[in-house]
């Protein structure tokens, strides 16, 4: 049985579903990385909402499905990128997604970190507006008895006017987090808002911002996520940290190189494409823990083109594809989004992230995959 796609030119191409999934099974935890997946939220339906309204989100259906990552092994990343912070989920809602899924991790022994951004913040701030607003998310996650991961803050990428506004703000944070966090680096491919984070437009000068940052506070700094798409990047960054300072990869494009490492170290792992990869990702991680690097990069590799898809420019937008390929593998029973989100792609593209991800084998039932892909393809006026 075969299905007809569209193509990028225009037409229409056959393509013949597989009829099975990569049998992959839950297992015991990793020991030679650490891994996270940044999840993704899953919208209601049902709510009578617009793009400029307050997200509304299923919180069953989402945090059902933080239950099947932690099922796997891996950690949640929540309130993260993926879950639409600054893009259909404004601070409220992040807020009660952090409570929530904290409360869920605890009840099933789940490894969960939570972003602290400043996104409470709606215009223009001072540096002092931007440490309150950091200080009061730090709380609410320390609170919940969440590790924290200090995201990147827009507002202050605009109030910062040097590099010394970057080491006096998160010097301060750093002093008053109670427990080692994460820093995040997330580049402007991923938000255009965070162009010339850490003082500089130049690479080079921020890296030694950044690295200067952690230097002066390594107690405090459990580990770095770096968010560039420049795997030598990440790898001199990684070099140059303090001894028992990780690097959490965030590269959706180069991880299964970043993760395997070189004879002077590895990156451990948190990833937005870990999201729709879950249980393979798992799997191959498992290998790793064995010591077969090979066998890893042969499960994880022919993964890499599908995320490069779902992460191609505007990069930003990748949640949009997460997310389909979730209501595909029968994750949830819709495919809509906070704040609208699901118009953000088109329909070629969601065709080739349907073709590549059933090559993989994600989806638990194939048959139901195709069925939901054919429902939009008829949506948008191609019958079969």
């Known amino acids: 049985m075969t299905i007809r796609l569209p193509d990028f030119k225009g037409g229409l191409r056959a393509y013949e579903p597989r009829t099975e999934p990569l049998a992959v099974k839950t297992g015991t935890p990793f020991t030679s990385r650490t891994v996270f997946s940044a999840a993704h939220v899953v919208a209601d ?17 989402t945090l059902a ?46 490894l969960v970190a939570c972003g602290v951004g400043t996104d409470q913040l709606t215009g223009p701030a001072t540096l002092a507006e931007v440490r309150a607003a950091y200080e009061e998310q730090l709380a609410l996650v320390e609170e919940s008895g969440a590790q924290a991961i200090l995201m990147a803050s827009r507002a202050l990428a605009a109030a910062a006017e040097g590099p010394e506004d970057y080491l006096e703000v998160y010097g301060h944070l750093l002093r008053q987090a109670s427990e080692p966090v994460i820093l995040h680096w997330l580049g402007p491919m991923f938000d255009p808002a965070l162009e010339g984070y850490w003082g500089s437009s130049d690479l080079d000068a921020a890296t030694d911002t950044f690295l200067e940052v952690i ?23 990684r070099r140059r940290l303090p001894q028992g300072v990780r690097c959490y ?61 779902l992460f191609q420019a505007p990069t ?18 819709h495919f809509t989004m906070v704040g609208g989100l699901q118009s953000a792609r088109s329909l070629p593209h969601f065709a080739r992230a349907y073709e590549l991800a059933d090559g993989l084998g994600l989806f638990p039932d194939p048959k139901l995959a195709e069925e939901r892909m054919k429902t939009l393809l008829s949506l948008y006026g191609v019958n079969q």
């Not at 339906?45 to 259906?61: E, G, L, M, R």
């Not at 930003?316 to 029973?333: D, E, I, N």
């Open 45 to 61: 339906p049902f709510a009578d909402t617009t793009p400029d309204s307050p997200a509304a989100v299923d919180w069953d259906a």
């Open 215 to 237: 230097a002066a506070h390594p107690d405090k700094v459990d580990g770095i996520k770096v968010s560039l798409l420049e795997a030598q990047r990440e790898i001199d960054i």
């Open 316 to 333: 930003r937008f990748y949640k949009t594809g997460v997310v389909f390929l979730a209501w595909l593998a029968g994750h949830q029973s």
């Open 249 to 309: 990869t965030g590269d959706d494009f180069n991880y299964p190189e970043l993760i395997a490492g070189d004879e002077k170290g590895f990156s451990h792992a948190l990833l937005g494409i870990f999201d729709p990869l879950g249980p393979l990702a798992a799997e191959a991680v498992r290998v790793l823990d064995t010591g077969d690097t090979a066998g890893f990069r042969e499960l994880l590799d022919p993964t890499v083109e599908l995320s490069r898809h």
């Open 65 to 110: 499905f933080r239950r099947h990552l932690w099922s796997h092994g891996l950690g949640v990343a929540e309130a993260m990128d993926t879950a639409q912070r600054g893009m259909g989920l404004d601070w409220a809602g992040a807020a009660e997604l952090i409570r929530r899924s904290a409360a869920e991790a605890k009840s099933v022994g789940g």
